[in-house]
C-alpha cells in the first residue's frame, strides 16, 4: 500500500499541561529499580531503551499489574493505583505487548471484546443488554475503523492491526483518559502501522493522556511529546522528543550497563 501524507505527528513543539494525571515515586516493582516519572495531561510519553531494560514492567507497574514492594504510584498526585481492577474502574486502560494472549479473547466476537470492561456500565443490574451491547460495539468498531463484516465477527480471523483497533475500542468505549500502550504496533504491517500511529496522535488531541512503551525508537521519536529511557532497570532520563534523536536515546540506553 502506499502512504501518504506525514508518516509521524508535526506538532511536538505544542506546550504540554503541567498537570499531572499519574505518577511513580521512588518505585522498586519487578525489574524496575527507583522508577520516578510523571505523565501530564494530554501528551504522548513514549518509553524505550534496549532489550530486557524494564521498559514493559513500567506499563504494568503504572497499571497495578506489579504492586511496587516500596514506593507509590499516584493518579492525580492523590489517589493511590491499587490494583489493575482499581485502574479500569479510574479511567486508566492497558494495551499488553503480548496482544493475543493478554488483551484479546480470540475465539470472541469484536462485540464481546469491546464491550468487556464495560459490562457492568452497560447494566449496572439485571440480565447483560444485547442492545446496549451491540450499539456499544458497532459505535467504536466504526469509529476505529476496524474491517469486518459484522462485530459478530471472530477476532482471530483479523489482521495484527484490525486486532489492535479492537483493544483501543475496548478501552475508549470504556471512557478511559489514560492509556497504556505496550509495543502498540508490534506483528503490524507497515500500512496499518501509519493507521494505529494516526489513532494515537488524535487521541492525545481529544485529550487522551497517552503512554507508548517501544523498542522502536524512530516510533517514539515520531510521536511522542517526551521521551523516558530505560537502562538495566533503571530510568536513565527524559528528554524532549523536539530536543533529541537516536543517538541520544542509544547512548542513554547504555547508561546503567
Given at each position: 500500500?502506499?502512504?501518504?501524507?506525514?508518516?509521524?505527528?508535526?506538532?511536538?513543539?505544542?506546550?504540554?499541561?503541567?498537570?499531572?494525571?499519574?505518577?511513580?515515586?521512588n518505585v522498586i516493582a519487578g525489574s524496575v529499580?527507583?522508577?520516578?516519572?510523571?505523565?501530564?495531561?494530554?501528551?504522548?510519553?513514549?518509553?524505550?531503551?534496549?532489550?530486557?531494560?524494564?521498559?514493559?514492567?513500567?506499563?504494568?507497574?503504572?497499571?497495578?499489574?506489579?504492586?511496587?514492594?516500596?514506593?507509590?504510584?499516584?493518579?492525580?498526585?492523590?489517589?493511590?493505583?491499587?490494583?489493575?481492577?482499581?485502574?479500569?474502574?479510574?479511567?486508566?486502560?492497558?494495551?499488553?505487548?503480548?496482544?493475543?494472549?493478554?488483551?484479546?479473547?480470540?475465539?470472541?466476537?469484536?462485540?464481546?471484546?469491546i464491550c468487556l470492561p464495560s459490562l457492568k456500565?452497560?447494566?449496572?443490574?439485571?440480565?447483560?443488554?444485547?442492545?446496549?451491547?451491540?450499539?456499544?460495539?458497532?459505535?467504536?468498531?466504526?469509529?476505529?475503523?476496524?474491517?469486518?463484516?459484522?462485530?459478530?465477527?471472530?477476532?482471530?480471523?483479523?489482521?495484527?492491526?484490525?486486532?489492535?483497533?479492537?483493544?483501543?475500542?475496548?478501552?475508549?468505549?470504556?471512557?478511559?483518559?489514560?492509556?497504556?500502550?505496550?509495543?502498540?504496533?508490534?506483528?503490524?504491517?507497515?500500512?496499518?502501522?501509519?493507521?494505529?500511529?494516526?489513532?494515537?496522535?488524535?487521541m492525545a488531541k481529544q485529550g487522551k493522556t497517552?503512554?507508548?512503551?517501544?523498542?522502536?525508537?524512530?516510533?517514539?521519536?515520531?510521536?511522542?511529546?517526551?521521551?523516558?529511557?530505560?537502562?538495566?532497570?533503571?530510568?536513565?532520563?527524559?528528554?524532549?522528543?523536539?530536543?533529541?534523536?537516536?543517538?541520544?536515546?542509544?547512548?542513554?540506553?547504555?547508561?546503567?550497563?
Open positions: 500500500r502506499e502512504l501518504s501524507g506525514h508518516y509521524y505527528r508535526d506538532d511536538t513543539g505544542v506546550e504540554i499541561s503541567k498537570q499531572v494525571v499519574l505518577e511513580a515515586k529499580q527507583n522508577l520516578t516519572i510523571q505523565l501530564h495531561k494530554g501528551e504522548i510519553l513514549g518509553v524505550g531503551g534496549l532489550s530486557d531494560c524494564g521498559m514493559h514492567d513500567v506499563g504494568k507497574v503504572l497499571f497495578g499489574l506489579l504492586k511496587p514492594e516500596t514506593g507509590e504510584v499516584l493518579k492525580d498526585q492523590k489517589e493511590p493505583v491499587k490494583s489493575a481492577s482499581w485502574a479500569v474502574r479510574h479511567g486508566i486502560g492497558y494495551v499488553s505487548k503480548n496482544r493475543d494472549q493478554e488483551s484479546l479473547m480470540l475465539i470472541s466476537s469484536i462485540a464481546d471484546n456500565d452497560l447494566t449496572p443490574f439485571g440480565p447483560i443488554s444485547d442492545r446496549k451491547q451491540k450499539q456499544l460495539a458497532e459505535k467504536w468498531s466504526e469509529r476505529m475503523e476496524v474491517k469486518a463484516d459484522s462485530v459478530k465477527v471472530f477476532c482471530n480471523t483479523l489482521s495484527g492491526g484490525n486486532k489492535q483497533k479492537v483493544v483501543l475500542a475496548k478501552w475508549l468505549g470504556k471512557g478511559s483518559d489514560i492509556m497504556i500502550l505496550d509495543c502498540p504496533t508490534r506483528g503490524i504491517d507497515v500500512g496499518a502501522k501509519y493507521e494505529i500511529y494516526e489513532l494515537i496522535i488524535n497517552i503512554i507508548v512503551v517501544s523498542s522502536e525508537m524512530p516510533e517514539i521519536l515520531g510521536i511522542t511529546n517526551r521521551i523516558g529511557v530505560m537502562s538495566n532497570g533503571r530510568l536513565a532520563g527524559i528528554v524532549n522528543t523536539k530536543e533529541t534523536n537516536q543517538e541520544e536515546l542509544l547512548r542513554l540506553s547504555a547508561k546503567y550497563l
